[in-house]
């Protein structure tokens, strides 16, 4: 098998320590205070002309206006705190998966000035596990696979979206970088599981990682 479609040659860096959100103390033109991130180019609506001051963030339920917020490109908002805890948790169980880097709402590419620390990263992690995903599809012959050629499957033209649906990738433990794991109908390891485990090939039987 080819490395090339079983680990990633090159590790991510893991989510930066960047400095948080700082909340903004401009005026608006309305004359309150607002609520966003200081350095914004553009600040958002003023919560409490618009009748919405006790406006909650959907990830932590409590007020907007009690701490810096913003505005994603889809116009829903969240603590900025919120959505960088959010970026850094990454994944919730053993295979790699990449919707927290969509809006919790409306599940469009979340995307924001502040946050482009944070989304680096994990956009580049993203890639490497999608060129893993489509060296694998390739190996295994499955790049003709039904799913892609039929008009009617979801995966239609979508070999990207496929292989990532189709395989599991997993975080090596000593490395961190992504490695195949196998088909993810045939093996999967939930929320219940010892991250010390997953080993990818090129760290297995090593005392120290070389990477």
């Known amino acids: 098998?080819?490395?090339?479609?079983?680990?990633?040659?090159?590790?991510?860096?893991?989510?930066?320590?960047?400095?948080r959100a700082v909340k903004c103390t401009k005026s608006l033109s309305c004359g309150?205070?607002?609520?966003?991130?200081?350095?914004?180019?553009?600040?958002?609506?003023?919560?409490?002309?618009?009748?919405?001051?006790?406006?909650?963030c959907p990830i932590c339920l409590d007020t907007l206006d009690s701490q810096a917020n913003i505005m994603l490109s889809?116009?829903?908002?969240?603590?900025?705190?919120?959505v960088q805890d959010l970026i850094k948790a990454r994944w919730p169980d053993a295979r790699i998966s990449f919707d927290y880097l969509c809006c919790p709402i409306c599940k469009v590419e979340i995307k924001h000035e502040c946050l482009k620390p944070?989304?680096?990263?994990?956009?580049?992690?993203?890639?490497q596990v999608e060129k893993l995903a489509i060296n694998r599809l390739r190996y295994e012959m499955l790049d003709t696979h039904t799913k892609l050629t039929d008009p009617k499957s979801p995966f239609y033209k979508n070999p990207i979206k496929f292989a990532m649906?189709?395989?599991?990738?997993?975080?090596?433990?000593?490395?961190?970088?992504?490695?195949?794991a196998g088909q993810r109908e045939c093996m999967e390891a939930?929320?219940?599981?010892?991250?010390?485990?997953?080993?990818?090939?090129?760290?297995?039987?090593?005392q120290d990682c070389p990477k």
């Open 74 to 82: 889809c116009y829903h908002r969240f603590h900025a705190k919120c």
């Open 165 to 180: 649906e189709y395989f599991l990738f997993y975080g090596c433990h000593k490395c961190d970088s992504p490695y195949f």
């Open 190 to 206: 939930g929320t219940d599981f010892n991250p010390r485990d997953l080993i990818c090939p090129s760290c297995q039987n090593v």
């Open 32 to 56: 309150c205070i607002c609520t966003g991130v200081a350095g914004e180019k553009e600040h958002p609506g003023c919560l409490k002309c618009a009748g919405k001051g006790g406006l909650l």
């Open 1 to 19: 098998v080819p490395m090339s479609a079983v680990v990633a040659t090159q590790a991510p860096r893991p989510p930066p320590e960047v400095k």
């Open 118 to 127: 944070y989304l680096r990263p994990a956009h580049k992690l993203k890639a």
